[in-house]
């Protein structure tokens, strides 16, 4: 059986002492094994990155961006071969994997720019003839530990940016979903990036803990849940490194009674249902003001849900795939089930699921459920599944409070015509990415993405402008130049 | 005796019930009784701050801005007087104690100018009619914690600027010379700072841990000894509070050979001396190249060093005053004692030094120590008095190794009039703030200040615009409107 | 009589050989003389300016922004005997003055940070070892033209921010209101601005085109009329001067037919009536969207007018007061007696009006015109007078044509609660400035004023972050060092 | 014979009416023709260029830039072409032609971010509960006209960013060597540019003048000499246009006695000689401080020169090729014998030349001139020829007098060791783009190219940041929503 490797000084390398298997989510089925690190691997991927950081930081900064074009270039090219990558590990339907890459491409492109996000600030004469100016210069060698639901993506959230400001990098991403993301790790060789500057290790716990761990390591970035991230991020700073940790999300909209009804529920299917609910930016939570809004919000969520087609990734016409596993098939509808025993009503029910010819798939199948209360286990606790919770609130305030007061706070939208309530609304949620109509206010690639509370911890966000400053340390250098030498002297040494 | 209070929600509260001596450092006598926070006053302090912080993160930046701008002339206007309370406690002469109220003053110069700092990024059309911005938004209640060695200028680093973002303060000084800090406090609200905006509370270690570990506190700004910035970095970090800790230093200064000498004699006296070396910034290893320049460097110095004076603040006369208690006097004694026993050579020798009429006085004189290597004591640590070591290396890249291996990378200096020699320097020294024939390169208040290296914990650095990234968070606002709505309908609804 | 002179290199001076008489527009009486600048007189101000200019630009930034500091402070202290001066020789009402005042010192304010804006661009290593940085360097001598209507705000707009970029500057003001001008510019000496840094000369087009013609000025700035913005451009461009050339006006707000019609009503009271109309910002054209819109509007703003009082500026009931002249009001009055022969209907007329113990003062009342049309000369032309004129239209589009079609872009407003509206028309609006529901959309001072199409003549528009590209030149610098010269040397000057 | 045509909304177009000779400057043959475009033939390029606007504007940046992101592939891909085209029609040698293109390209990678360039500011509560921020806008038409001797580099400073902005672009290239400018326009298209955004018209003074008269047309970039910047400026200006006119340059350097002599010589080689001096950026003279440096400046560069080869663009091995015509051929002769006749010494002697089996070219060989004196006038005025000149001079002070009197303030070098000197000269010279040890200091396409002086007319400078304000227009947008509507409406609508 075909096994995945890592990437280590350019090349593929297979440590099987260890693996783990990786399934096809829309059969069942184990198709691969990936190989887990041991620590003496990482270490060397380590020392590989460390020994590669010298040469890599002295490259000039445009020499770096154009290997990012090249990158670019290459993605696009074999856009399609990751997308199916992707489907088969992952599940997601190829219209969305391209989605996702596509997204990922992005940031790429934010990195080609990186000469311009690099410049420092110079001030002449801060005092008679000097001169201050900061430099942002790379930190090392760092890591990053990203998901299985943007195998794709969220790498590339992070590497490029990172070893486009001169850091070399060790990546640690999802064992669920590894050929994808390893893949495009090769495309950055084959771009021009030279051995070493971009590591892959699969692994699991012994791995993460061997970068956390690991003195050369400076910085640390992580996407995953928020339990995770906290030890993440507790543990990289006792070690002295910079960290940035992504967890979890409750993202609600607030449906106003002015909102363009028919727009809001065609966004909320994509945002609710898409990549089955497995985003750390999925809209999982509607709250409607007034019962009237509410009553219209579920009665055309209901029929509209009607043709939402769940299957297989190879399938292009479904809307999603299966959820990773079978064992997070069973937590999603568990969530269900708990919502529906808590007095909810589960208006469209997607547990029982079939799909022709994937019996085994691990589906679960779009879910609407009504009258959801903030005490229920399915309102407090993330499901990352197919499951669009109603709450009814009867004032914009009641919204924003169980908003505020929800432990996430990384994505929320608001559907309203009103520029007054948006603008209330985007200054005074407790949330880091704001939605005004816009049901997944993912930042595009030349801002930031973060959200606040328990949905990030760290200082700056991921990617964009603040991706340039976590990747970099500041350096302020205060110059004078003492009395005229070579100036004044060749006056004196050449007279007439 | 005069007890040195609180200030709580705009009033000066005596919680006397701990108290501590204040000693006037001049004469060894305890002038003073500072009071010690309960957990219950620091508490209420957090409460207060908590409480105006609606309300203060609702005013306009402008507003803001325009109480720092009258807080500034306040301070202009009271110099004297602050500059007396600072030689009383911490023993600093009055010219030096100016001049450290002058850089803090800086601090509120760049803060007035926040309506432009706090400037979001507006993105149009980052979709088809969507646009996108970012926002800074305050945090809520942040805290600073602050060392004896700065008492007006360190808080001046961190509240004006976090207090011109919209945040709320609860200020920790430094116990030993608690007077100038909260007379400078109280001159905030003078300048029309609302009650509750800024909040000073003296403590000891009970009072750090109650502003840590209190969930309302959101952020922590510490100056200290490497230590206790780690301990507060750490635990604030655990809490899920942002952290910014400043820590130790051990500032080198290259003297290479083709140096100007007397300029660099100079330019070291002040940097290596001033303020009795109770500086991060001060300078207290030279590092010469070649053995010419070594022996031109230690006789100059030596020469030099004979015109300086020590004694009490108060006689503007001399060059640096006291160290700050009679325990530190026998640190740094013992500092250069076991350089001694090390094989090191004493030059110049402060041990013994008496002050005529002050001989209970905290006084070290100034202190000059040659062949000094890099595994004494002396070298190693942080001796934070008035003493000079020289450390003689034959070529440029053993004095550069040297720097870059030791633990803290606060500042660090050459002195030459090479272009060359000065670039290699500032791009590959280990360092965050570096100086090129400038011995204290202390970045200007409209640049950040941070060390690297066990310097700094933290992301961001202090003051500059740093600040600002610190004190505020990132939110990121995408907006679309639904299609025309009054606009279309204004055409079908007045016909002609 | 009181003749009012000149301020140069720092002395004010009477240069009485020409003089023109300023009048007390509130009584009609001519209450001053201001001396009239000849040809020699303007020139010993630029060479004033122009020896003044090598000691300022070496002048630390930081120095300069603490002369704007103090410079803010005296005329926040002195702020009512310049609102007196204004109202003498203005006629505005001293709440307006103090208006005016408070946007100028707006403008010091900012200025104030003028250390942070003047920071360049440094790039490392732009080739290997090569780096890059941009330096923002003063021009020089550079004059400003101002008009009568803000006799304080438009200076201030202009000289604070070109003085603290390091250049001396020469303002020629409007003659018919020269006091509080002169006054505030003495102020800045009295701040400790260097003589000949700020120099006052009043005059007319001789003073003006000795200006524009001498080589030693290297930038012009104006406020004033279209026609006189043109000359003024293309001239000081002939002579290869820098110049932004600020015109004339026709301010339109949109009402839409979800607008808060009482809100709107409130506004636009201030906005078309506020300081006689007298302002390149004033809101002369209401364009309703619908008959019903339309109706309401002009019922309420008819009854809100009874309201309004003009008087005299010393009465600090009034709402407004005199225009500027006797021909102005005579101009004012000919477009009212224009509009109604062309068949619109004037509902609220002031023409007539009479103020009590002021019957010589160029007084005209506030004026609502309803049934304006396009082709109007009082629609085409800036009246420069309390009048408002309504236009009636069927559709926003409509509304929107109208305003893109006018000769003028400097302001507009759209009032409507509408997002999607709102967007729509602040993207696709020809206008510089954009009020959403705010009617006189001046940039706040850490924005840029300035109008599109024949409003303003330039690249860069007035104060804010364009007025330090305005007056500063941009030097780019590519460093490159020799290979190690003294770094290697050491080495092998000094081998073991 | 071969007509190189125009581009005109996406199709080549042969507008034969007219015709000029091209010629091939190393055989001094006429190899081709190129069509003058008519008055009728400009206008509809002007009328498919603001046809083409609407739609352009209104395509997300992103999208535009990713437009950039494909030309950049297809330029590199056909690389080798585009350098042969220029061969043959410039004269330049293949891997100056490369390195022409190259930094042409890197104007383009700079245009791919322009979603991060064109980020506006944003800032909430500029007064409370409004809000402020700045767009900015593309202008619509804009056009560039461009010198023969870069006809790859110079179009791409100018047509990337400005159709980045969202402009659509007519280009008035040379007519000397129109083909690789053509070929290169042509990429764009198919790298996906919608038809009508770039078109290209060749033309001679009258499709200038249209371009100049015509009002749909709102912004002129021009490189080209002094006197026709100056016409194209006061033309463009007097016509209601944004325009940035570069002109000539007389580009000295400045060789200190500390200078590494060995290494400022072989940077003088290229920078004197390379493209045979046709450069606005070449450096024609180098001003020796003492004659020490002075002699052996002129006895190394005669040497140095003994190993350069002129000829034929196709052999690679060649230094430099023929100059454009035999005019100008003429007329670089002239200026040798003008300095010879005027008591000069012509050390190095390139008016005889011969090419062998190239005896018909424009070919001048490098040509060395020393004792060249401030009031000649081969010192005076631009040669635009492989020509360098030495003057002599006894101090630093004297040596930047001489460049600050010059009627040109391009570029500038200083060759030395000494980072004061280099500081002293950077800060005090009055030129806009400084070398240190780097005498051709172009700034990289991230920093912006731009001199003082009479060496460019405009406020804003070429390419890099001044670019995307040059190619836009600012519009402030001030925000108010009126009192909660929907928002507290939806409370009442809807109680318990």
């Not at 064992?175 to 495309?187: G, K, Q, V």
């Amino acid at each position: 059986m075909n096994i995945v490797g890592h990437l280590i000084n350019g090349e593929i390398r297979c440590d099987a002492a260890s693996t783990q298997a990786v399934y096809n989510p829309s059969t069942g089925e184990v198709t691969k094994q990936v190989a887990l690190a041991s620590v003496a691997t990482v270490e060397e991927a380590i020392a590989c990155a460390q020994a590669a950081f010298p040469a890599w930081r002295d490259t000039t900064p445009i020499k770096r961006a154009r290997i990012m074009f090249k990158f670019k270039q290459l993605l696009e090219q074999h856009a399609e071969h990751i997308c199916e990558l992707i489907g088969e590990e992952h599940g997601k339907i190829s219209h969305d994997a391209a989605g996702e890459l596509a997204r990922g491409i992005e940031n790429i492109e934010y990195a080609c720019g990186v000469p311009e996000l690099l410049k420092g600030e110079h001030s002449c004469n801060v005092g008679p003839n000097i001169d201050s100016w900061s430099e942002f210069q790379p930190l090392g060698v760092v890591a990053g530990i990203t998901p299985f639901n943007f195998p794709a993506m969220v790498p590339l959230w992070m590497y490029p940016m990172a070893i486009a400001c001169g850091n070399t990098f060790i990546l640690k991403p999802s064992e669920r979903d590894p050929s994808s993301t390893l893949y495009i790790a090769h495309l950055a060789k084959e771009a021009g990036l030279p051995d070493g500057v971009l590591n892959v290790v699969n692994g699991n716990k012994e791995a993460v803990d061997t970068l956390l761990n690991d003195v050369r390591v400076k910085a640390v970035s992580f996407v995953g849940s928020t339990p995770i991230a906290e030890y993440i991020y507790s543990t990289a700073n006792a070690n002295g490194k910079r960290c940035q940790a992504l967890g979890g999300a409750k993202n609600h909209a607030i449906v106003m009674p002015d909102a363009d009804m028919d727009n809001a529920v065609n966004q909320l299917l994509g945002a609710a249902f898409g990549s089955s609910g497995e985003r750390c930016m999925a809209l999982s939570v509607a709250v409607a003001v007034g019962d009237v809004a509410a009553d219209a919000l579920v009665a055309k969520m209901q029929q509209a849900m009607k043709g939402l087609n769940v299957g297989a990734f190879s399938d292009k016409s479904n809307d999603f795939g299966p959820v990773i596993t079978a064992e997070h098939r069973n937590k999603v509808c568990g969530f269900i089930d708990s919502a529906e025993a808590d007095g909810a009503l589960v208006v469209v029910d997607g547990r029982q699921v079939q799909v022709e010819g994937y019996e085994n798939g691990f589906f679960v199948g779009g879910t609407l459920i009504d009258n959801v209360t903030p005490e229920m286990d399915s309102y407090r606790e993330e499901i990352f599944g197919p499951v669009l919770q109603v709450v009814r609130v009867q004032a914009m305030e009641e919204a924003m409070q169980l908003i505020n007061d929800h432990e996430y706070g990384n994505g929320t939208c608001i559907f309203t015509r009103d520029g007054e309530a948006a603008r209330y609304f985007s200054d005074n949620i407790q949330v880091g990415m704001v939605g005004i109509n816009v049901p997944l206010p993912v930042p595009v690639a030349y801002h930031s993405f973060g959200g606040w509370k328990r949905s990030l911890f760290g200082d700056l966000h991921a990617y964009g402008p603040d991706a340039v400053r976590f990747y970099t340390k500041r350096k302020t250098i205060t110059q004078r130049w003492p009395s005229a030498g070579v100036r004044e002297g060749a006056t004196f040494a050449f007279p007439s």
